[in-house]
């Protein structure tokens, strides 16, 4: 933890390595051979195993949403689909067959917008307004400039049973392609159109 420190200058950083060391010295016994716990993995989809006992190591992963250190120059997204996940990100999540939910932040998954960030993201207007919720979720996004990685609502799943991670702050360019006469509808229909698409 004091080597990890040393190599970092972050306070946010320092402060949460403090936690992790907090959390070691009175979590001693997970690391004992005798305690280790075996964890099943559950099946994706609907039909499941039994929920499983979650591991107690989780707390202690990492989970990289988005590594940008190989990438060379400005970023140019195009999604083959603008569906709401593709584009946002989820907190994905376990479905057992005795109905118990699972997710945990190692189960984030950056969309094409994080992807894009300090870049450009390239869509069909056509296929983002046949996607439900993408369109007023990316006005959101765009106007405000931060990214809430979560579930949109629906029957089953509801934003109170999905994770809510930190906003994270987005610099993107979101260019639209279509014809002529969709972006004078949207023009026409939604005031805020024209001033958050140029």
Avoid: W
């Avoid at 499983?52 to 989780?58: D, L, N, W, Y």
């Amino acid at each position: 933890i004091s080597d990890l420190k040393a190599a970092n200058e972050d306070e946010e950083v320092r402060g949460y390595l403090d936690e992790v060391h907090g959390s070691l010295l009175d979590n001693l016994g997970l690391f004992k051979p005798e305690q280790a716990i075996a964890v099943p993995e559950p099946l994706a989809g609907l039909v499941g195993s039994a929920a499983p006992k979650p591991s107690p190591f989780v707390p202690y992963q990492v989970n990289v949403i988005l590594d940008s250190t190989e990438r060379d120059g400005c970023p140019v997204e195009i999604p083959e689909s603008a569906s709401y996940l593709t584009l946002f990100g989820a907190s994905e999540m376990d479905i057992f067959r005795s109905g118990a939910m699972h997710t945990d932040f190692t189960r984030i998954k950056a969309g094409a917008l994080l992807r894009a960030d300090g870049g450009y993201l390239v869509l069909e207007a056509i296929e983002m307004l046949r996607s439900p919720g993408v369109y007023p979720a990316l006005k959101r996004v765009l106007k405000v400039e931060r990214l809430e990685i979560e579930l949109p609502e629906g029957p089953i799943l509801t934003p109170a049973l999905a994770m809510r991670p930190e906003p994270i702050e987005l610099d993107v360019k979101v260019v639209l392609v279509g014809e002529a006469r969709l972006y004078d509808t949207l023009a026409q229909l939604d005031d805020e159109f024209t001033s958050v698409f140029k």
